[in-house]
């Protein structure tokens, strides 16, 4: 399976950090990029259970491909929610139940920085993201 656009962009600009500290910077940036979610997007019925940090995902199906915009009140999970939509965003269902966030966020060079809460949160997302796609 391929990698989306985004993915391989986001593997060469992580490849390219050094060490923990740029890529705690790249970060941020990645972060900042989310596109805001407007104020009936951030509803009861798009948060995400199972984050310790408010998380709300919208996602849409274009032709068999899924298309996700996530957001968060925690500026570091929103570096890793930029992550993890450049990874599945314009996947198909079956591609995004077969995705491995540890093994993605391993090719970055985080998944030692993802404390198990983190990760744990990630993965509820991932699994909303894999409820979405199964009710469509």
Same mark, same amino acid.
């Not at 399976?1 to 050094?18: D, I, K, N, R, Y």
């Not at 997007?41 to 408010?54: I, L, P």
């Not at 709300?56 to 929103?78: G, I, N, P, Y």
């Not at 269902?93 to 090719?107: N, V």
């Given at each position: 399976?391929?990698?989306?656009?985004?993915?391989?962009?986001?593997?060469?600009?992580f490849g390219q950090c050094? &060490?923990?500290?740029?890529?705690?910077?790249?970060?941020?940036? %990645?972060?900042?990029?989310?596109?805001?979610?407007s104020d009936a997007e951030r509803?009861?019925?798009?948060?995400?259970?199972?984050?310790?940090?408010?998380? %709300?995902?919208?996602?849409? /199906?274009?032709? /068999?491909? %899924?298309? +996700?915009?996530? !957001? !968060?009140?925690?500026?570091?999970?929103? &570096?890793?929610?930029?992550?993890?939509?450049?990874?599945?965003?314009?996947?198909?269902?079956?591609?995004?139940?077969?995705?491995?966030?540890?093994? %993605? +966020? &391993? /090719?970055?060079?985080?998944?030692?920085?993802? !404390?198990?809460?983190? !990760?744990? &949160?990630?993965?509820?997302?991932?699994?909303?993201?894999?409820?979405?796609?199964?009710?469509?």
């Amino acid at each position: 399976m391929s990698l989306p656009t985004g993915a391989e962009q986001a593997l060469v600009a992580f490849g390219q950090c050094p &060490g923990w500290e740029q890529r705690a910077r790249l970060l941020m940036q %990645w972060g900042e990029r989310l596109p805001a979610l407007s104020d009936a997007e951030r509803c009861e019925a798009n948060r995400v259970h199972g984050c310790e940090s408010q998380v %709300w995902l919208v996602a849409e /199906q274009q032709d /068999q491909c %899924w298309q +996700f915009r996530a !957001s !968060s009140d925690a500026r570091l999970l929103r &570096g890793l929610l930029s992550l993890l939509l450049a990874r599945v965003n314009g996947l198909s269902g079956a591609d995004l139940a077969a995705i491995d966030l540890s093994d %993605w +966020f &391993g /090719q970055l060079g985080l998944a030692r920085q993802l !404390s198990p809460s983190r !990760s744990n &949160g990630l993965n509820a997302v991932l699994q909303r993201m894999r409820e979405l796609t199964e009710r469509a």
